[in-house]
């Protein structure tokens, strides 16, 4: 079974901060998940370069949109690589391979008829690179996503007839409930294109820093259908000498914030459908992580959460686990080092990290370093036995922090379990060696199954404790009926104190 997955492609003209860390973040959850189950997945996130608000940066700093883009396009392979992003691939839009195929897509669209040429005109903001419809657009014509204020222009381009795929997307949201989730996203989307859809500005004959039309060369695509391509042009060229459109597409979950929910549920679709392609199965739309005091985060609000200071105070790991742990998916969230600080000492050091230490020290002292292969305890095992079919069920929805909290129960049960077992009390007498035997088992067994449920979450911490608990190589996601055997060896605080 083949599972694609896809973040938004991240614009250039400024650098990653925490909102592109988070969705990248969230996005590998739910590919290392698939990764676990044994699906064939592939995981793609990139940048995207071209349009006016790259061509604007540049010229404001003098370079030329390219360099630009290199520089920045950089800055978030690296920001991918240190929060230990599983992408399969990296697209870049100046990639000429991507640009090929591109205007293979975009010329069937024509051939197919729906394209003409006309006048455009409307308001324009040109950080969004986009024309902004009446009902959206703010007092004093503004922006609603920048606030800026909006110009009026006016120029001869090639039109997309998006008005022809009115009920076609209007039936495709009646058969695909789930195509948009959360409900209430699909709920703004259909209500979008009830509202009754305009055909779209497709080509901008004014900038040259976009992907040339072929049948008209004077212009290039307007960056927004360069960009949503990205998802299907990689698969065309991402493995040398191997196109893999045919394996992955349609891809099975594009992971999108809200303010892109409209390209998305509705340009999207349409394009794929005027060129004959099948359309992804669902857009998942998260939320806008916002400042510690709740409103959005802004430098001059002195509210920013930087990602690599928590990275370098706490580590990849905790940052990952707070973010999908403090902000619950779907919806928006503000977040602060002292909620990062409070989750690290609480939870991560406290809770689990305390659990493996315990129950590693107690193995080594009771039973000469080796998990006892001892049948596990019959009602622990029944308090696990939902977990793996449990967290499918919420990661099929993209219910990120829901599926975590499911885990964390089980981490706080062993801590429970450990006081109520008291394994030093049942050391004192030989007669009950059988029962500590069951009960370490039982706990390396839960600590296993805990941390192998973690490893999409926290895939550098898991790897460690796994390996300390000598199950390496035990990556079933069920608990199972006996303990696995496995050597244990002693290791430093997974999440030492000192780091605050
Ligand atoms: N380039 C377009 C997307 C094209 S996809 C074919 C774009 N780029 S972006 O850099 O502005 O945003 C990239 C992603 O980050 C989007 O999904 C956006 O919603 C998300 N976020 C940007 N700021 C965010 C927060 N403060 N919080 C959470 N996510 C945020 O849009």
Known sequence: MSFYVTTAISYVNGVPHLGHAYEAIGTDVLARHRRLRGEDVFFLTGTDEHGEPVADAARAEGVEPQVLADRNAARFQDMVAALEISNDFFIRTTDERHAVRVQQVLQRVHDRGYTYKGLYEGWYCPRCADFKVENEILDGNRCPIHEIELTREQEENWFFRLSAFQEPLERLFAEQPDFVMPQHHYNEARAFIGSGLQDLSLTRARMRWG????????????????????????????????????????????????????????????????????????????????????????????????????????????????????????????VGMDGVRARYEGELANEYGNLASRTINMIERYCEGTVPTVATDPQLRAEFAALPARIDELLERVELSAALEEIWVRVRRLNRYVEERAPWTLARDPERAGELAMVLASLAEGLRAVSVALTAYMPSKTAVLLDALGASAHTEREFGEHGFGGRVSAIPPLFPKTAA
């Open 211 to 334: 992907v040339v039309v072929p049948w008209d060369p004077r212009h290039v695509f307007y960056v927004w259908f360069d960009a949503l391509l990205n998802y299907y042009t990689a698969l065309w060229y991402a493995r040398e000498g191997e196109d893999l459109t045919p394996r992955y597409w349609p891809a099975n979950v594009h992971v999108i914030g809200k303010d892109i929910l409209k390209f998305h549920t509705v340009f999207w679709p349409a394009m794929l459908m005027a060129a004959g392609i099948e359309c992804p199965r669902h857009v998942f739309v998260h939320g806008f992580l916002l400042g510690s005091d709740g409103r959005k985060m802004s430098k001059s609000l002195g509210n920013v959460l930087d990602p690599f200071e928590v990275l370098e105070r706490y580590g990849t790991d905790a940052l990952r686990f707070y973010l999908m742990r403090d902000v619950v998916w779907g919806a928006d969230g503000a």
